[in-house]
């Protein structure tokens, strides 16, 4: 199994425990207030309930949105996938309650138990409603980030150590005068859709689309091996697109090439705006990011890596590095040691 499947195996295990809990307290609140007896009955109907509710929502938010069959959600306008998503699960939801009521109270649909699982639908589409908004809010803006700004962690300017991957199309203009700007919108488009799903196994938080270039992001840890998975990243990316490439030239008439800095240290991060507010990091971390993958042409590689992130990655052995020398980068007054990394099969 691998560290993707565990996590979202363990996800999908904490979401229906959290269900099934709240359920049986919520039945329990309401056993209180209209001054009935929480029989056992009761309790193991709200136990199942919320088991078997939790278990069918965590399996489509984890395993069927973010997978190849849930695609056409995830490519959905904001109020269409909001609806499909609060349809969907109005939908689980009502068999989830229906097949634990088949079991531990069969009886309860001839005492007009089903006029109240449909009162209970009506009031859960409600809350899921507003509870989609929420995550499709977070699909725009990023979970952090929108963590970040509730609990206000950058209201005032934070010291961060970081990892930086500036990811730069190429040929975006050549591009343009062949397939028009919506053409090549749209191969963009499918491009930073495509390579989503490898940035979110390894971990990386997307910053910043400006133009055809993704920034991603990762914490600069202390354990060398999860500082890892900048490159492992990479590489998923590189795998990702070849395994589309045919489609890429069927659809677009030709492939997507790009190049990649990787830097990391530390920089200063903080909340910018008013009308508009969005997290900024500032700093010369940053900064060299911008100018390692600017030099990617100049040395003729797909991908660049300064040696001070480097010594904090800890390799497997099928990764090489090629160390290139020093490098004179604009805008900075000492040249910095980089290097490209190789991946054999």
């Known amino acids: 199994m691998t560290?993707?499947?565990?996590?979202?195996?363990?996800?999908v295990v904490g979401a229906t425990v959290s269900v099934m809990v709240a359920t049986v307290l919520v039945g329990f609140l309401v056993a209180k207030i209209n001054a009935t007896e929480f029989t056992?009955?009761?309790?193991?109907?709200?136990?199942?309930?919320?088991?078997?509710?939790?278990?069918?929502?965590?399996?489509?938010?984890f395993y069927y949105i973010p997978g190849s069959w849930g695609m056409w959600i995830r490519k959905s306008p904001f109020l269409q996938a909001l609806l499909f998503r609060t349809?969907?699960?109005?939908?689980?939801?009502?068999?989830?309650?229906?097949?634990?009521?088949?079991?531990?109270?069969?009886g309860r649909f001839l005492d007009g138990g089903f006029s109240i699982i449909v009162r209970d639908i009506i009031v859960?589409?409600?809350?899921?409603?507003?509870?989609?908004?929420?995550?499709?809010?977070?699909?725009?803006?990023?979970?952090?980030?929108?963590a970040n700004f509730i609990a206000g962690r950058y209201h005032r300017p934070v010291e961060e150590n970081r990892i930086f991957m500036f990811l730069d199309i190429t040929g975006s203009t050549t591009l343009s005068q062949q397939l028009g700007d919506i053409g090549v919108y749209e191969m963009i488009k499918s491009f930073f859709f495509d390579i989503a799903e490898p940035i979110a196994d390894f971990e990386g938080e997307t910053h910043r689309y400006i133009g055809d270039e993704v920034?991603?992001?990762w914490p600069l840890e202390i354990e060398r091996d999860k500082n890892r998975r900048c490159l492992d990243c990479y590489f998923a990316i590189k795998d990702k697109m070849d395994g589309v490439a045919a489609d890429y030239k069927e659809r677009f008439g030709d492939v997507l090439e790009y190049r990649v800095g990787l830097h990391g240290g530390t920089l200063v991060a903080g909340e910018c705006g008013d009308e508009k507010q969005e997290i900024?990091?500032?700093?010369?971390?940053?900064?060299?990011?911008?100018?390692?993958?600017?030099?990617?042409?100049?040395?003729?590689?797909?991908?660049?890596?300064?040696?001070?992130?480097?010594k904090n990655i800890s390799l497997p052995e099928n990764y090489s590095v090629e160390n290139l020398g020093p490098a004179e980068l604009r805008g900075r007054n000492e040249s910095l040691d980089i290097a490209t990394v190789n991946r054999s099969e």
Request: aromatic content about 14%.
């Open 3 to 11: 560290n993707r499947q565990r996590r979202k195996l363990k996800y």
């Open 40 to 61: 056992i009955q009761v309790f193991y109907l709200a136990a199942s309930s919320g088991a078997i509710v939790g278990l069918f929502l965590s399996a489509m938010e």
């Open 87 to 106: 349809a969907i699960s109005s939908v689980l939801i009502f068999a989830g309650l229906v097949i634990a009521n088949r079991i531990f109270a069969p």
């Open 124 to 146: 859960l589409f409600g809350i899921f409603f507003v509870f989609f908004f929420v995550v499709q809010v977070r699909r725009i803006i990023g979970g952090r980030v929108l």
């Open 215 to 217: 920034v991603v992001t």
């Open 280 to 310: 900024v990091y500032f700093g010369d971390t940053i900064n060299t990011t911008a100018r390692i993958q600017s030099a990617c042409k100049a040395y003729d590689k797909s991908l660049l890596i300064s040696i001070d992130l480097l």
